[in-house]
């Protein structure tokens, strides 16, 4: 008791150093620091002038500063900085340095010097900032990090109508992306840090909500073994391994696309909605820079992965209207691995974090992503909008409950779709690859 008394009158004082402080700057002179010590600064008539405060508001999840750029600084060079002005934020003066958020998730029941000592190591939070510009910069600092870790429940599975799937959480609400008002996606990140997950979690989604209208393509080049376990789900036509599994597989989805696309002429239909057409054949691409010519010394197998990239264009071009839907993965993204036509019709971007400014440029047309915290499962997802969100981890104990009642080992005919409704071909499929040079 004696101990504790000591310990609330220890932390009473804490309270009123860091309450009281005259020398301690308040966020927004603070930011103005870091931003005139990093260069963040223009000389204006023989002055040195930074960032100026216009406003702030305070909110439940922290504080946003608004700040007018000084002429001649640019949006893109305090973006540069973000980590630099999170950091210094972050920068504690000293032992004794604790917030008044600190002193506020005290509980008083437990173990109060194991709390302080926390307080005092930085374990309690840190803090995170957005920032934005449209006329002027807009700082959001928050009190608390984002989450680390959300798990893919029943819940999250049940949110899910239509043929959405859910993103993750941002800072405000759960995000989820709807393939029919976007059909093509990009993916991209470095190697375990969630791309894979996000693929999981797609495909078990949507088997799960259109059992009956859903067809995969499964292209994993990286040995199979992220796709293995769907391998024998009746929905997926195919699991392609390797370059030349993966031209086989595309070329009978480009003769399908070919059909339908004379079909729908025929009839007079603008797209699948007008057709009525409920089938929906997702090509899921695990790592496409495998499938990229650029540093490819056999011949035939460029040739190989020449066709296989003028498919996939084909279909980001014209699948979308046809009911075909393109996730294009990848965790090196160059302009090479990430083809110009591909880009230009994956409306839909989800980026983990990347080493390099350069590779965020390919991928989102602006730097950010080299930014992310090393977190898995933290991404950017980026359409007319963008936001940062923590994706949910699936466990596989949870996929395979799921996907069980569609496993069958029984060897199945590939099958294309007319109309709304799914038909074999009538003399089946099997394709004999043939490579010929152009």
Not at 14 to 30: L, N, Q, R, Y
Not at 119 to 145: F, H, S, T
Not at 283 to 297: C, H, K, L, M
Request: a positive charge.
């Amino acid at each position: 008791m004696v101990l504790e008394l000591a310990t609330i009158s220890v932390m009473a004082g804490f309270f009123g150093f860091t309450i009281f402080d005259k020398h301690a700057a308040s966020e927004a002179k603070k930011i103005q620091r870091i931003a005139a010590n990093c260069g963040l600064s223009v000389r204006d008539g023989g002055k040195l002038v930074t960032l100026h405060l216009l406003r702030k508001t305070h909110h439940k999840w922290g504080t946003e500063y608004v700040y007018r750029l000084p002429l001649g600084l640019s949006f893109e060079e305090v973006q540069k900085k973000q980590r630099t002005i999170e950091d210094g934020l972050n920068q504690k003066r000293g032992l004794l340095d604790l917030s008044f958020d600190d002193l506020k998730k005290i509980q008083w029941k437990h173990d109060l010097l194991e709390q302080l000592k926390n307080m005092m190591n930085g374990g309690m939070r840190r803090k995170e900032i957005l920032m934005n510009y449209d006329g002027a910069l807009q700082i959001q600092v928050y009190k608390d990090p984002m989450p680390e870790l959300i798990p893919f429940t029943e819940h999250t599975l049940q949110s899910c109508k239509g043929w959405t799937v859910c993103l993750g959480e941002s800072r405000d609400a759960v995000i989820y992306h709807n393939f029919e008002s976007i059909p093509h996606m990009v993916v991209a990140g470095t190697t375990r840090y969630g791309k894979s997950v996000f693929l999981k979690n797609t495909v078990t989604t949507l088997l799960h909500n259109h059992p009956e209208y859903i067809r995969f393509t499964l292209i994993d080049l990286k040995g199979g073994l992220a796709f293995n376990r769907f391998s024998n789900v009746s929905q997926v036509l195919t699991v392609a391994k390797d370059a030349q599994e993966t031209l086989i597989a595309l070329r009978g989805i480009h003769e399908d696309i070919k059909r339908q696309q004379v079909e729908f002429l025929s009839k007079g239909f603008e797209d699948v909605r007008e057709a009525g057409y409920k089938h929906r054949h997702f090509i899921v691409i695990d790592e496409a820079a495998e499938i990229s010519i650029q540093g490819e010394p056999l011949k035939e197998i460029k040739l190989i992965k020449s066709e296989c990239e003028k498919i996939i264009a084909e279909i980001a071009r014209i699948g979308g209207g046809l009911g075909y839907r393109l996730i294009f993965s990848t965790q090196y993204p160059t302009a090479d691995t990430l083809p110009r036509q591909v880009k230009q019709n994956c409306d839909a971007r989800l980026c983990f974090k990347l080493q390099t400014d350069t590779a965020s440029q390919v991928v989102l047309d602006e730097s950010g992503a080299e930014k992310l915290p090393f977190v898995k499962g933290r991404a950017i997802y980026q359409t007319d909008r963008k936001y940062i969100v923590q994706t949910p981890f699936i466990e596989n104990q949870f996929i395979d409950r799921i996907i069980r009642p569609y496993i069958t080992i029984k060897a199945r005919k590939e099958e294309y779709y007319e109309a709304g409704t799914a038909k074999q071909t009538p003399e089946g499929r099997s394709h004999t690859l043939i490579i010929e040079e152009a």
